[in-house]
Nanobody, 116 residues
Framework: QVQLVESGGGLVQAGGSLRLSCAVS???????MGWYRQAPGKQRDLVATVISGGNTNYADSVKGRFTISRDISKNTVYLQMNSLKPEDTAVYYCYIKRWVPSMDYWGKGTLVTVSS
């Protein structure tokens, strides 16, 4: 059984930093690891992804402030968030994808609150 467990969320002042972690357990071939977020009353949006080859992709709103990384040996993905803004406040969800056969897995989410 595949499980994703996020950690690292919390309350931070604008301009501050947080680091999210997501540990994946269970036997699965992971092709994509990433983070999405969902603010109150809004849809869930992509934040950043890293594919198996190492290429990364970021939402325009976080480019230059957030960095996604992974530790393959630990099946863990990280999201370093710097220069946080109140509009970054959301529940952040860890995400992994297997290409063949196609399957997506989600964590339960961790709340990030940025105060002004």
């Amino acid at each position: 059984q595949v499980q994703l467990v996020e950690s690292g969320g919390g309350l931070v002042q604008a301009g501050g930093s947080l680091r999210l972690s997501c540990a994946v357990s269970g036997s699965i071939r992971i092709n994509v690891m990433g983070w999405y977020r969902q603010a109150p009353g809004k849809q869930r949006d992509l934040v950043a992804t890293v594919i198996s080859g190492g290429n990364t992709n970021y939402a325009d709103s976080v480019k230059g402030r957030f960095t996604i990384s992974r530790d393959i040996s630990k099946n863990t993905v990280y999201l370093q968030m710097n220069s946080l803004k109140p509009e970054d406040t959301a529940v952040y969800y860890c995400y992994i994808k297997r290409w063949v056969p196609s399957m997506d897995y989600w964590g339960k989410g961790t709340l990030v609150t940025v105060s002004s």
